[in-house]
């Protein structure tokens, strides 16, 4: 009997003062390309998000983290321990969830955990209790005692974070979490992220090519780009200037839809863009959802699109520090 | 998704009473049902790198045999293992019949006599054992574990020349108890026995080294199963022909030495000069220099096996 339950309260995290990762002057070049280029970070416990477009070195990063790979100059730790001379012990501690699929499809999601378990450690009693419990907190029941190849890709993704959290890590490091996943399974593993840094007590390094999902679930972000720091800042700043709705309605017969929208929202003090047809609406709070939706019905419009926009990098390469515009994706 | 939703709200709810299983330390948590008890941390002991390469082997091994994997991936192994029992089955039927005073097929030749069922056994199932991880990128979740690569090659490689010694000796295991049971003479039965087991550990691990080498060369299951049989089927067979040819044309130095290149012929020579068992060899290696050579060639065997999987591994955890 290896575990002995115990709760302990979100506001208390297992490392208090030690910085959890903490990178200095990292540099990592492989012959055609640098990775990583003189990085200097420094990561707290809860959520932090990193955010880079593909290549910018965020895979690279986390490798060097696990010990995986030697940094060509420069020193990395985590949780308090150097990764050149305590790799085993810090993937003893810390959870890893790669991007890419992963998972043998001839076996049950709960073998799968256990067995991974036990490659951490965990002696077979407790190996088995921590996947019942893993797997009950990413949210797979039933489908446990299946064979993996028939899951879908949410599942699939449910199983990774489970088998990354088995050994009740220290700090998880999770790589485009959300990648393939549809809108509804993309905001279940986000909240999922989001109780692992404040319920669960464990610190997330999440990594992802776009900013608008990560400030959603981040206490801070980390942006980087051709291996270089760009930003490093609480989410709080991000957000402030990312949280906006997308919203396109159709016209009446006699006058256009957006130019009476527009007034009338901007008559309720809300801060708005016009982009051709479209509207841009700074979210004051979640008030601004159910007020749009009012505003439309009662001028008589139809609305086509009600969408939060999700901020490419692109943006945050405006020497204005990443004002939202209507050019990007929505 | 609706599921997650409702366990999330309530748990939520239910975390101010805490784990009821043990005293709460804040004094708040003697409520009598368990409604949800949250997040668990685990604080039991973390073991170490010999017990985690230890359930690595022990997890290998059963696959090797199909245990908790499909019904399907059992087939093979369960046919094979099989095939190999039924005619010690049939040796031992036909001791307790007849008059004989020793084994009618020698154990150190058992192997030799059967090579074609355990090179297809080890070109099947190597790849089981290391194809499957890379193909499936479940090798990125082991070395992210406090699992060495060197705990990793050496698991597998145990695991796989353990199950290779489980199929060759059972069968020797039971032409021993059979010739026992008919009365065969003890002592040099033993001896006997005794000797074709440490002939199966050298076969063994000559066999499991190749296999995996070649399974773990490619992701590609089919590809890989095809090299290991031809590597050992082909070069059993040019082996001997090169051989008898020689030893026809009375060159006998090179009938004896030709058999340094195929695994089941190197281990038969090496376990003849080693243990004086019986050959099927049609020329032995020429001499003493011949036997050590052969005996040194296959330990360099297995520990080059063991190099190349530790050096394609090192290049994978990078990677």
Same mark, same amino acid.
């Given at each position: ?33 640098? !990775? ?295 | ?38 997040? #668990? ?12 390469? #230890? ?13 908790? #994997? ?246 994978? !955890?990078?990677?």
């Amino acid at each position: 009997m290896g575990v002995v339950p115990e709760v302990r309260p979100p506001d208390s995290p297992i490392v208090d003062d030690v910085a959890v990762i903490e990178t200095d002057r990292l540099t990592k070049r492989f012959p055609s390309v640098t !990775a990583l280029d003189d990085l200097t970070i420094d990561v707290g416990t809860g959520v932090t998000g990193l955010v880079g477009s593909n290549g910018a070195g965020k895979s690279t990063l986390i490798k060097i983290l696990l010990g995986l790979q030697p940094a060509t100059s420069g020193g990395a730790r985590v949780l308090g321990m150097d990764v050149t001379t305590h790799g085993s012990q810090i993937r003893g501690r810390v959870g890893y969830m790669p991007e890419h699929d992963c998972l043998p499809p001839d076996v049950t999601a709960t073998e799968h955990v256990v067995h991974m378990a036990r490659i951490s450690g965990l002696a077979p009693t407790s190996a088995r209790e921590r996947a019942a419990d893993t797997l009950r907190h990413v949210g797979l029941y039933e489908e446990r005692y299946r064979p993996i190849g028939g899951y879908s890709t949410g599942m699939k993704q449910r199983v990774k974070l489970a088998q990354a959290l088995a050994h009740d890590p220290q700090l998880v490091l999770l790589d485009e979490p959300t990648n393939g996943l549809d809108p509804a399974g993309r905001d279940d593993m986000l909240d999922l992220i989001s109780r692992i840094g404040s319920d669960f007590g464990i610190s997330v390094l999440v990594t992802s090519h776009l900013l608008g999902e990560l400030e959603r679930v981040s206490d801070h972000v980390v942006v980087l780009d051709g291996g270089r720091l760009l930003r490093s800042q609480a989410t709080r700043e991000f957000t402030r200037k990312t949280q906006v709705l997308s919203v396109e309605v159709t016209d009446t017969d006699d006058r256009r839809g957006d130019e009476v929208l527009a007034a009338a929202l901007a008559a309720d003090g809300l801060v708005i863009r016009h982009d051709g047809r479209l509207l841009h609406i700074d979210i004051a709070d979640d008030e601004t959802y159910d007020l749009i939706r009012d505003r439309v019905v009662g001028l008589g419009l139809g609305l086509v699109r009600l969408q939060q926009q999700r901020h490419h990098m692109a943006e945050l390469f405006r020497p204005d520090g990443g004002e939202p515009d209507g050019g990007d994706q929505g | 998704m609706e599921v997650t939703r409702a366990d999330l709200s309530k748990e939520t709810l239910d975390k101010p009473t805490g784990n009821t299983s043990r005293p709460d330390s804040r004094g708040r948590g003697e409520s009598g049902v368990i409604h949800d008890i949250g997040y #668990r941390h685990f604080t039991g002991e973390r073991l170490g790198r010999g017990y985690i390469t #230890r359930s690595l082997y022990v997890s290998s091994l059963r696959g090797v045999f199909g245990l908790g #994997r499909s019904g399907k991936s059992k087939l093979l192994p369960l046919l094979l293992s099989a095939a190999m029992l039924l005619p010690a089955l049939v040796i031992v039927a036909i001791i307790s019949i007849t008059n004989l005073t020793e084994q009618p097929l020698a154990y150190s030749q058992y192997a030799v006599a059967l090579q074609g069922i355990v090179a297809i056994f080890v070109a099947a199932q190597s790849p089981q054992l290391v194809s499957h991880d890379l193909r499936f990128r479940t090798i990125t979740l082991y070395f992210a574990r406090p699992l060495e690569r060197v705990d990793y090659v050496f698991a597998k490689y145990a695991a796989l020349a353990s199950a290779l010694l489980l199929l060759i000796g059972v069968p020797l295991l039971v032409l021993y108890l059979g010739g026992m049971l008919a009365g065969l003479p003890f002592g040099r039965q033993t001896a006997e026995f005794g000797g074709g087991l440490i002939g199966a550990v050298i076969l063994s691990l000559l066999l499991a080294g190749l296999g995996l080498v070649f399974a773990a060369l490619t992701p590609r299951r089919g590809f890989a199963v095809a090299i290991v049989i031809v590597v050992l089927l082909v070069s059993y067979g040019a082996v001997n022909i090169v051989s008898a040819v020689a030893y026809e044309e009375g060159n006998l130095e090179l009938a004896g030495w030709i058999y340094l290149f195929s695994p089941v012929t190197l281990y038969d020579g090496a376990q003849t000069f080693l243990l004086n068992t019986p050959s099927g060899l049609i020329q032995q290696p020429p001499g003493t220099l011949g036997g050590i050579v052969f005996c040194l060639f296959a330990v360099f065997c297995v520990i080059g096996a063991f190099g190349i999987l530790l050096t394609r591994y090192r290049r994978m !955890a990078a990677a």
